[in-house]
């Protein structure tokens, strides 16, 4: 079946950077492009980026342009999301999603990644 | 950024009752809203798209309805399952961004 399966908990400290995983099967990696988005404690799902996996072309969310990079492997069927200089309120659920029409409609289980000193 | 506000913000109800979830956005998105499911410690679930569209797979007592700034979800006859959170997403301007969701709980 259509899955997308994330890498597991992150612990970082302040400044360093986090890089996560993201893994589909069920389906053809390149028919589809992929979001990632977050979620902090008590707030609500925030966008960060979307990656074309056809050509690798990405588009990136302005409040986090500069600290995040959004990758493929299309041979390994897998998409990587990589933020750097981590700060605690960075810590989340980070989440990939596969983009249908600019919705999303099969998501990972999510990545906890916890920033403290 | 269009920002999205979802009200009530918990909604207590029993099995087979009605529930009406609703989404507001600060400027029009036309018919570019989606719904989603979550439960804890689950992924999100896609439930209807394009304001009225229901998602593969998703039962028919979930129905949504509206256009430009306000959008409503209704499930017509409340299953155990459906106990959850709810929230919306627009995709009709960059960024994307979501509600911050209503938790829909057992009375």
């Known amino acids: 079946q259509v899955q997308l399966v994330q890498s597991g908990a992150e612990v970082k400290k302040p400044g360093a950077s986090v890089k996560v995983s993201c893994k589909a099967s069920?389906?053809?990696?390149?028919?589809?492009?992929l979001h990632w988005a977050r979620q902090a404690p008590g707030q609500r799902l925030e966008w960060m980026g979307w990656l074309y996996t056809g050509n690798g072309n990405t588009k990136y969310s302005q409040k986090f342009q500069g600290r995040v990079t959004i990758t493929r492997d299309t041979s390994a069927s897998t998409a990587y999301m990589e933020l750097s200089s981590l700060r605690s309120e960075d810590t989340a659920v980070y989440y990939c999603?596969?983009?249908?029409?600019?919705?999303?409609?099969?998501w990972g289980k999510g990545t906890t990644v916890t920033v403290s000193s | 950024e269009i920002v999205l506000t979802q009200s009530p913000a918990t909604l207590s109800l029993s099995p087979g009752e009605r529930a009406t979830l609703s989404c507001r956005a600060s400027q029009s998105v036309s018919s570019y809203l989606a719904w989603y499911q979550q439960k804890p410690g689950q992924a999100p679930r896609l439930l209807i798209y394009?304001?009225?569209n229901r998602a593969t797979g998703i039962p028919a007592r979930f129905s949504g309805s509206g256009s430009g700034t306000d959008f409503t979800l209704t499930i017509s006859s409340l299953e155990p399952e459906d106990f959850a959170v709810y929230f919306c997403?627009?995709?009709?301007?960059?960024?994307?961004?979501f509600g911050q969701g209503t938790r829909l709980e057992t009375k």
């Open positions: 997403q627009q995709r009709s301007n960059w960024p994307l961004t």
């Open positions: 069920g389906y053809i990696f390149t028919n589809y492009a």
């Open positions: 999603a596969r983009d249908r029409d600019h919705y999303m409609d099969v």
């Open positions: 394009d304001a009225s």
